[in-house]
């Protein structure tokens, strides 16, 4: 099978389950028939220019079926992602280019007022009877018909504009053909493990390519059952996978855990899961989700963009990312003079000693993979693509054996005392800490020059910040660095995050300690001892800032 629109209407008299959601269950046929519809439709919808339909709905079952209906039809899918809001979520409407718009009546709500710039007869409000009265103008035999057509949907036929999490700056559309998605599935299905009686879970959403590269095209490729959280939700999280039945899963940022702050119960274990696939969980959090929910968590590295991925094989250390898949010519480079980094060298306890040196950005440096480009964005396109390597706009580095780390965003660089350090290891160290649900790590201004280290903290659901013991576990932990140690320490009830679960820094960093979150900080390095920041240190720290001109 060579398109999306083959994988689906080669399940056209499949009986078997094809979706579960709490609304219902649907088998493959009746999928496909429902995606067929909405495929007519939006060929009768769709006029001169990019034929670009813009989903603006949670993971219900009309989104699936729109992604069916546009690989019908050959059209293009847009992601919108419904946290954006006002004249961010309308610009990201407008870049794309849609035609119709497809949403529900909160999402109408949202693009109330707003220049989108999709006329108000293409704006489809699922659930209203206008929607219903356009899907049941649709006869059988047009459903019919373009079902027949589907295998002469070409390959290279644009079918998802996927925008990035926009955790380092705005979000970029990341183009994806029919040709692209269905090798994922079929790479992914066995990649993965995915088999027939799978019932594939989808707690991430499905605007996001998480969602669509793990989970729902490799499981389309062998049939398996899809099942819809309209929205993910840790503490709903075992229900669902009882309720359901569900095997296996897809995850991506901080969603293990999320699951894993939840209260813990004594039959966590009792559930069908077999393992899931996902990325950027600890290796403390993989250990745990294990021994509580019995199931294997598999990491990968890779972006939606594909230019490069990087996978866990035997041997792999604990704490790397892997080798790269497939033989990819990937390297750690100085982003700056694309030299290549010196591979790291570590401790008897595992410290890195020459991260200054080691960490710099991956590169694919054979190629630029099956990244097909941004949409509308030639300067960005240019930029991931420099010299003809495939940027990841990730940091990392590599030791003597090939193995790969991963070490921050991009922007995560911190210059303490003279020593340059990502963020990457140091949220490493903390995340292990009992009490930590999740680390955030960035650099906020010294008051002389450089940078100083500040760590917002999410704790677990019982836990309270005792600074005492804050300090004397740091002082225990072998592996961290001499200049990693927070100076500051904000305590915080919920970090600023995107819909997939990765924490965004762009808030925490302007805002430093000027916040309503409780901030404690080590005012002397040669005690110390952590105390809570009050109103006059702020203004100390600021009067400082300006005296020598940092402010």
């Not at 992601?79 to 718009?101: E, S």
């Not at 700056?169 to 027939?196: D, F, N, S």
């Amino acid at each position: 099978m060579s398109t999306v629109a083959q994988l689906l209407a080669a399940r056209s008299g499949d009986d078997h389950p094809g979706l579960l959601d709490p609304t219902g269950t649907w088998s493959w046929r009746e999928v496909v028939l429902a995606s067929a519809r909405r495929g007519a439709l939006a060929a009768g919808l769709l006029g001169e220019g990019p034929p670009h339909i813009g989903v603006l709905l949670p993971n219900v079952p009309e989104y699936l079926w729109w992604l069916g209906g546009a690989a019908f039809a050959g059209a293009t899918v847009v992601g919108v992602n419904p946290t954006r809001r006002g004249q961010a979520l309308a610009a990201d409407i407008r870049a794309t280019d849609c035609q119709v718009l497809v949403t529900d009546a909160e999402g109408a709500e949202l693009l109330r007022g707003l220049d989108h710039g999709v006329n108000a007869d293409r704006v489809l409000e699922v659930g209203s009877e206008a929607y219903g009265k356009l899907l049941g103008s649709i006869g059988d035999d047009e459903a019919t018909g373009i079902l027949d057509r589907a295998s002469e949907v070409p390959g290279d036929s644009l079918y998802l504009l996927l925008f990035t999490s926009g955790t380092t700056g705005t979000p970029k559309a990341v183009r994806c053909t029919q040709g692209r998605l269905a090798t994922i599935g079929k790479t992914a299905a066995p990649g993965y493990g995915y088999h027939r009686d799978d019932v594939s879970y989808c707690p991430m959403p499905l605007f996001h390519g998480n969602a669509l590269m793990a989970l729902w095209a490799p499981s389309l490729h062998v049939g398996a059952t899809l099942a819809l959280r309209p929205r993910f939700s840790a503490s709903a999280f075992i229900d669902d996978v009882r309720r359901y039945r569900a095997t296996t899963f897809s995850y991506v940022g901080k969603a293990i855990a999320y699951i894993l702050a939840t209260p813990e119960r004594p039959d966590d274990g009792d559930n069908t899961l077999e393992r899931a696939f996902g990325t950027e969980a600890s290796l403390r959090d993989r250990g745990e989700f294990e021994r509580r929910f019995h199931c294997r968590l598999v990491e990968g590295y890779g972006q939606s963009e594909g230019g490069s991925a990087i996978a866990v094989v035997p041997g792999t250390p604990a704490g790397a990312l892997g080798r790269p898949v497939g033989g990819a010519e990937l390297a750690v480079v100085d982003p700056v003079t694309t030299a290549e980094s010196p591979r790291a060298v570590f401790d008897g306890a595992g410290k890195l000693l020459n991260g200054d040196e080691a960490i710099g950005e991956i590169v694919n440096r054979g190629s630029t993979g099956s990244f097909e480009g941004y949409y509308g964005n030639p300067d960005a396109e240019a930029d991931r693509t420099r010299n003809g390597w495939y940027w990841t706009g990730d940091l990392g580095y590599r030791d003597e054996e090939g193995f790969f780390y991963f070490a921050g965003r991009r922007g995560d660089w911190l210059r303490v005392d003279s020593e340059n350090f990502a963020a990457g290891p140091v949220e490493a160290v903390l995340g292990r800490h009992p009490d930590v649900a999740v680390a955030a790590v960035y650099p906020v201004p010294d008051t002389v020059s450089g940078d100083q280290v500040m760590a917002a903290l999410e704790l677990r659901h019982d836990a309270e910040f005792d600074p005492e013991r804050f300090n004397a576990w740091l002082d225990e932990q072998a592996d961290l660095g001499t200049k990693w140690a927070p100076r500051y320490v904000r305590i915080t009830p919920s970090l600023p995050q995107t819909a997939t679960g990765k924490v965004t820094k762009t808030t925490l960093r302007t805002e430093t300690w000027h916040c309503h979150d409780p901030v404690w900080w080590r005012p002397d390095a040669r005690a110390p001892q952590y105390r809570r920041l009050d109103d006059a240190d702020r203004r100390r720290l600021d009067e400082e800032l300006e005296a020598n001109g940092r402010a």
